[in-house]
């Protein structure tokens, strides 16, 4: 997680992972925590202790380099920045790897793991279209957090639950999804 808005889709892309039986490692910048402060109703800590009872999950400081997955040495199926901040993406586009999310991403791109982005920041200018051309070149997935209209979705958890749903099958996982998290449309009754 990084410091842009769209905390709801970093909770909700864990939630989808843990629940698809996935592990997960997970950071955040301080700023990523400081708009999580501003966007959620359930503290930081109080998500983190809700992720780590499953068992499966591990959470390191944006800025512990000694993190496994700063190397390329530790397996993983991939990664995905949600919300990638521009001044994250403007920095993996240029190899910049001075935190833990930064470098995680460029191991993903040295070991050709894959990456997935979802930019949360309009307008876009030709800066942040440039480094997210470079990122795609690199075979990084971009995911803009946009609302699928053809499903009709009535809420924003709808177009969150789909955007996260986007993020895990760009990294390969759609298949472990249990079918009580694929947003498929409007419900019955709905």
């Given at each position: 997680m990084t410091g842009a808005s769209g905390a709801p889709l970093s909770a909700a892309a864990i939630d989808l992972l843990l629940a698809s039986g996935r592990s997960v490692i997970a950071t955040a910048t301080p700023a990523a925590r400081m708009v999580w402060a501003e966007e959620m109703d359930e503290s930081f800590g109080v998500a983190l202790e809700r992720w780590k009872y499953s068992g499966r999950f591990e959470y390191y400081n944006s800025a512990d380099l000694r993190a496994p997955i700063a190397s390329g040495t530790f397996p993983t199926a991939g990664m995905a920045i949600v919300p990638a901040s521009m001044a994250t993406i403007a920095a993996v586009a240029t190899g910049l790897a001075d935190n833990l999310p930064r470098r995680a991403a460029d191991v993903c791109l040295k070991e050709r793991r894959p990456l997935v982005i979802v930019p949360r920041e309009s307008p876009l200018n030709a800066i942040h279209l440039?480094?997210?051309?470079?990122?795609?070149?690199?075979?990084?997935?971009?995911?803009?957090?946009?609302?699928?209209?053809?499903?009709?979705?009535?809420?924003?958890?709808?177009?969150?639950?789909?955007?996260?749903?986007?993020?895990?099958?760009?990294?390969?996982?759609?298949?472990?999804?249990?079918?009580?998290?694929?947003?498929?449309?409007?419900?019955?009754?709905?």
């Open positions: 440039e480094n997210m051309t470079k990122l795609a070149r690199l075979n990084a997935v971009v995911i803009p957090p946009e609302p699928p209209y053809y499903l009709k979705p009535q809420t924003v958890h709808d177009v969150t639950v789909f955007t996260a749903h986007r993020v895990l099958v760009a990294l390969g996982l759609e298949d472990s999804l249990p079918e009580e998290y694929t947003y498929t449309g409007p419900r019955e009754g709905a």
